[in-house]
């Protein structure tokens, strides 16, 4: 059984920020790679933010130089730091925790938390 946990949500004003913290623990295979999705009412979930075992990151063009994410000092722990927060970024933050493609396993999910931008 493998849990994956997200905590930091919250409202913020347009300009704050956030920072959003998520633990993978259990059995766990492997993690090659942690990820952060979000999923706004209405809309299709989106990728925002990845970073890999070895520390390289992506982030999508709508959060970059906004957004960070970084791993933690514990093992499968990842953050995302949120600046200059936008009303568009309000939107349910989901945390992903990656096993190697060649277990055969799915990503692991979190069950997310509510991040809402507004004054």
């Known amino acids: 059984q493998v849990q994956v946990v997200e905590s930091g949500g919250g409202l913020v004003q347009p300009g704050g920020s956030l920072r959003l913290s998520c633990v993978a623990s259990g059995s766990i295979y492997s993690i090659v790679a942690m990820s952060w999705y979000r999923q706004a009412p209405g809309k299709e979930r989106e990728l925002v933010a990845i970073v890999t075992e070895g520390g390289t990151t992506y982030h999508a063009d709508s959060v970059k130089g906004r957004f960070t994410i970084s791993k933690g000092n514990a093992k499968n722990t990842v953050h995302l730091q949120m600046n200059s927060l936008k009303p568009e970024d309000t939107a349910v933050y989901y945390c992903?925790?990656?096993?190697?493609?060649?277990?055969?396993?799915?990503?692991?999910w979190g069950q997310g938390t509510q991040v809402t931008v507004s004054s």
């Open positions: 992903t925790a990656s096993p190697p493609a060649t277990s055969g396993l799915t990503d692991y």
